[in-house]
Structures are given as C-alpha cells and as structure tokens.
C-alpha cells in the first residue's frame, strides 16, 4: 500500500473526532439543519481526507436517497455519508455534497494553536435525515 498523504486545511475546520485528521473547511458548510442516527448532522459541499464506500439506496425521512458512507482516511472510521442521488425532485440540491455527522467530528481553529471551539447550532424539524 502507498504512503497516505493528508490535506491540510486552513483557518476555522472540522476534524475527525478520533484521530483529528482535517475533514471539512467551515466555508464549505451549507447547513446545520440535519440529523442522523446519533443526534446532529451538517451539510456540506464539499470534504477531504474521506474514502467513499458502496453505493446503497437508504429510505429518510425526505425520501429515498442513493447514499455511500465516507470513512476518514486516516482512521477509518465512518464520519458521515455522501449524497448519490435524491430520488424526489425537491430533494435533487443534496447530489454530491457530504454529511459530516456531528458526534464524529471536533470543530478546529487550525490557525496559531489549534485549539478547539465549539459551534453552537439549532435544529430545526425539517430535513431530519435517517432517523
């Protein structure tokens, strides 16, 4: 197997709760309004340091979506899903964008001393996913 090379993000991040590898730049989320199995879940546009797994149909609470699990490069562990396919019109913005799910990830100030801060984020009934 190859060596494993890392991005390396700036400024205000998500990381990997078990091994604080770099996941998600802050300016990539697109909303916080999302739930999973294990409580809170954010959505975003775009990730890095993530393996995509097997295509599977999974029914939420919005539909049926086509979804992969995303496992962290660096532990491999699942920290979200990606979104294959949304099978109802109004669902389709999701398509290519990540779920990062909360309970997975620390929030990083990965300028100066990296230390961590915590963003408080309000939920909000609809677009509950996987529940």
């Given at each position: 197997?190859?060596?494993?090379?890392?991005?390396?993000?700036?400024?205000?991040?998500?990381?990997?709760?078990?091994?604080?590898?770099?996941?998600?730049?802050c300016d990539e989320l697109v909303s916080?309004?999302?739930h999973c199995r294990h409580g809170k879940a954010y959505l975003f546009n775009t990730v890095v340091n993530v393996s995509v797994g097997p295509h599977e149909d999974r029914r939420m609470t919005t539909g049926l979506h086509t979804v992969a699990d995303i496992y962290c490069n660096c532990c491999q562990q699942i920290v979200g899903w990606k979104y294959e396919l949304a099978h109802e019109l109004e669902q389709k913005y999701k398509e290519g964008k990540f779920i990062l799910e909360r309970a997975k990830v620390v929030d990083i100030d990965s300028n100066g001393t990296g230390t961590e801060f915590y963003l408080e984020s309000q939920t909000v009934s609809s677009d509950t996913e996987d529940v």
């Amino acid at each position: 197997m190859g060596k494993l090379y890392l991005i390396q993000l700036e400024g205000r991040i998500y990381s990997c709760k078990y091994c604080r590898s770099h996941l998600a730049n802050c300016d990539e989320l697109v909303s916080k309004h999302f739930h999973c199995r294990h409580g809170k879940a954010y959505l975003f546009n775009t990730v890095v340091n993530v393996s995509v797994g097997p295509h599977e149909d999974r029914r939420m609470t919005t539909g049926l979506h086509t979804v992969a699990d995303i496992y962290c490069n660096c532990c491999q562990q699942i920290v979200g899903w990606k979104y294959e396919l949304a099978h109802e019109l109004e669902q389709k913005y999701k398509e290519g964008k990540f779920i990062l799910e909360r309970a997975k990830v620390v929030d990083i100030d990965s300028n100066g001393t990296g230390t961590e801060f915590y963003l408080e984020s309000q939920t909000v009934s609809s677009d509950t996913e996987d529940v």
